[in-house]
């Protein structure tokens, strides 16, 4: 069974720096592509970005140029750097790994406000 655990979440001010983790158990993060997704209060959730098996990544346009996604084999750990954080990027943080089925962790809060 996987497991996916996120941390790293918190209160910071505009334009300032966070970094995610998301810690697997159970599953490989090389094996499968990963993602990180988001939900804001009211709203839908929404993909921020993914990495691919392969280490490709993708980035929604949102976040393009400010998020960076990397993973850490020896950890078993997929990371999620932001920078120039926004008050719009205020949401709970997820990680899912493509598995068959979807693995998704419990999410950690980001809350960006001055």
């Known amino acids: 069974q996987v497991q996916l655990v996120e941390s790293g979440g918190g209160l910071v001010q505009p334009g300032g720096s966070l970094r995610l983790s998301c810690v697997a158990s159970g599953s490989s993060v090389s094996t499968y592509g990963m993602g990180w997704y988001r939900q804001a209060p009211g709203k839908q959730r929404e993909i921020v970005g993914t990495?691919?098996?392969?280490?490709?990544?993708w980035y929604a346009d949102s976040v393009k140029g400010r998020f960076t996604i990397s993973r850490d084999n020896a950890k078993n750990t997929v990371n999620l750097q932001m920078n120039s954080l926004k008050f719009e990027d205020t949401a709970v943080y997820y990680c899912?790994?493509?598995?068959?089925?979807?693995?998704w962790g419990q999410g950690t809060q980001v809350t960006v406000s001055s």
């Open positions: 899912a790994q493509y598995s068959r089925p979807w693995s």
């Open positions: 990495i691919s098996s392969t280490g490709t990544t």
